[in-house]
């Protein structure tokens, strides 16, 4: 960064490296609601049709499925997640719960998507392009998920298996600059319902969609001690969502709920078709039943304290200079001491 001073006098140049400087969260989050939007994640718990299409619950593929999870634990890359305690079952066959240390800690590698312009108007259901266009920006977003808290407790839905930290990149990449990257929305199956008109547009169809490769990578204590590059887990693609963010946003304001400046959406996990991309350790690991191997000899179903998680995502086209989301990354610590 260079500042140059009037005619005749020397310029000075003012070097910044990432070691001195402070990425913070890049906007102040108003509200947070996660969505589930790959067939794939969803097709690996339930299976698949004669015609390979994944199984999914009938009201997966009728709307853009969300829940409302917590705005105030959503925090930027670099942000140690403490191991929460909880309530979990040891086995699914136990009579009763324990309360501990999560047993089965898990990431979910998603896109976010921060609300931008004027907040819409409480009542009144914006139109899909219209509601597409209040999309400000992008960024990676991980929202760690507990899973014997969750498997346990989620009658309603997630709850304190979500809500120990969501992090997310400190970069914000602007609708603006992911022009060339736009794709069309996923191509829906044949036996699939047809979208109902609220959830259609043309443009939407079009190019609602992203071209955004997706990488997760991990690194444990031991990496660490041997000098150790980060290790690839997951290698997708945004494309292979079902819904577009314009469904998502145009589906959640479709009751009259008003969003603004400051609402960040998740994508939800994204996965694509092949083994290698499983965005979560819940699918990797098929449920901790079936161990990965590391390079440094280390064996993993889900994390154990010390791993780091780092998310990474690039948008690339020929002819274009790639764009970069930023390093989405933080350390998983011990649970704190019962009480």
């Known amino acids: 960064m260079s500042f140059g001073g009037s005619a005749?006098?020397?310029?000075?140049?003012?070097?910044?490296?990432?070691?001195?400087?402070?990425?913070?969260?890049?906007?102040?989050?108003?509200?947070?609601?996660?969505?589930?939007?790959?067939t794939y994640h969803i097709g690996r718990f339930n299976g698949y049709t004669g015609h390979g299409n994944p199984k999914c619950p009938p009201v997966f593929r009728n709307l853009p499925v969300a829940y409302n999870s917590r705005a105030s634990s959503v925090a930027v890359d670099?942000?140690?997640?403490?191991?929460?305690?909880?309530?979990?079952?040891r086995k699914p066959e136990d009579s009763e719960p324990e309360y501990g240390a999560e047993p089965h800690q898990d990431y979910e590698?998603?896109?976010?998507?921060?609300?931008?312009?004027?907040?819409?108007?409480?009542?009144?259901?914006?139109?899909?392009?219209?509601?597409?266009?209040?999309?400000?920006?992008?960024?990676?977003?991980?929202?760690w998920s507990s899973r014997g808290i969750q498997f346990w407790e989620s009658m309603l839905g997630p709850f304190l298996s979500k809500s120990s930290l969501t992090t997310v990149?400190?970069?914000?990449?602007?609708?603006?600059?992911?022009?060339?990257?736009?794709?069309?929305a996923f191509e829906r199956h044949p036996e699939d319902p047809k979208l109902l008109d609220?959830?259609?547009?043309?443009?939407?169809?079009?190019e609602g969609h992203l071209d955004i490769e997706l990488d997760a990578f991990i690194v444990t204590s031991k990496m660490r001690q041997q000098g150790a590059a980060p290790f690839k887990i997951c290698s997708s693609n945004f494309k292979y969502l079902y819904w577009t963010f314009g469904q998502m946003f145009?589906?959640?304001?479709?009751?009259?709920?008003?969003?603004?400046p400051g609402d960040l959406i998740g994508s939800g996990t994204c996965s694509g078709p092949s083994d290698e991309m499983m965005a979560c350790l819940a699918e990797k690991s098929a449920l901790g039943t079936r161990p990965w191997h590391l390079p440094s000899g280390e064996t993993r179903t889900y994390f154990e304290d010390g791993d780091e998680v780092i998310l990474r995502g690039r948008a690339k086209r020929p002819g274009y200079v790639s764009i970069g989301f930023g390093n989405c990354s933080g350390r998983i610590h011990p649970a704190p001491s019962r009480q």
């Open 8 to 38: 005749g006098k020397k310029s000075k140049t003012l070097l910044i490296s990432r070691k001195n400087v402070e990425l913070l969260l890049p906007v102040a989050v108003r509200q947070f609601t996660d969505f589930a939007t790959s």
């Open 78 to 89: 670099g942000t140690p997640l403490i191991r929460p305690n909880g309530q979990w079952k």
């Open 109 to 143: 590698l998603e896109v976010g998507a921060w609300f931008g312009g004027q907040s819409s108007t409480l009542g009144e259901p914006p139109a899909l392009d219209e509601a597409a266009a209040h999309i400000f920006g992008y960024c990676l977003l991980n929202d």
């Open 169 to 184: 990149s400190p970069w914000i990449v602007t609708a603006e600059a992911m022009a060339p990257f736009r794709a069309p």
């Open 198 to 206: 609220y959830l259609r547009s043309d443009v939407d169809q079009k």
């Open 250 to 260: 145009t589906h959640h304001m479709s009751n009259g709920c008003n969003l603004g």
